[in-house]
């Protein structure tokens, strides 16, 4: 949620900037989900850093979300496992086919999407292959300038 640069400042530096210009705060975050070359998008918002209510963007789907929930997913979930590599599925015929049919089938989710809840599975919404992709902080001391506050 804090991002302190504080302690990697130069010596002096930190007298000459107020602490504040060295704290962030975490408004938002990126997350991809599936595989190289394939996936979907979608965010974590926090509108107001003053406040703890996140938002998640799934495309036309807004739901308010907790925190706990945001940390599940930009990191896959709870409880990464590690993949059992399938030593057919990369050289044969059938391992490729697969591959094919799971692209295509993806292709008519995009049509037929619905929220998905992953309760239960021990990873975040974006299921195992869920990862933050990029995070976006404010800087504490452009809070005011940022919500446009008369000082």
């Known amino acids: 949620m804090e991002l302190d640069l504080t302690d990697i400042l130069e010596d002096g ?3 000459s900037v107020s602490e504040d210009n060295a704290i962030y ?3 938002s975050i990126v997350v ?3 595989e190289y ?17 996140w938002y998640r963007f799934d495309d036309e789907f807004v739901t308010q979300v907790d925190y706990d929930e945001v940390v599940a997913d930009a990191s896959g979930g709870k409880h990464r496992r590690r993949r059992r590599s399938r030593s057919n599925s990369m ?15 993806s292709l008519f989710g995009v049509f037929l999407r619905r929220p998905r809840v992953c309760g239960g599975c021990g990873f975040g919404y974006g299921g195992r292959t869920s990862s933050a992709y990029m995070l976006q902080y404010v800087r504490r001391s452009d809070v005011s300038k940022l919500y446009l506050e008369q000082h």
Request: hydrophobic share 25%; net charge positive.
């Open 25 to 27: 705060d975490l408004q």
């Open 91 to 105: 050289g044969s015929e059938g391992g490729r086919r697969r591959g094919l049919l799971r692209r295509i089938l």
């Open 37 to 53: 070359g394939s996936g979907h998008y979608y965010s974590y918002v926090r509108p107001d850093v003053r406040d703890g209510i």
């Open 13 to 15: 530096l930190l007298e």
């Open 32 to 34: 991809h989900k599936g």
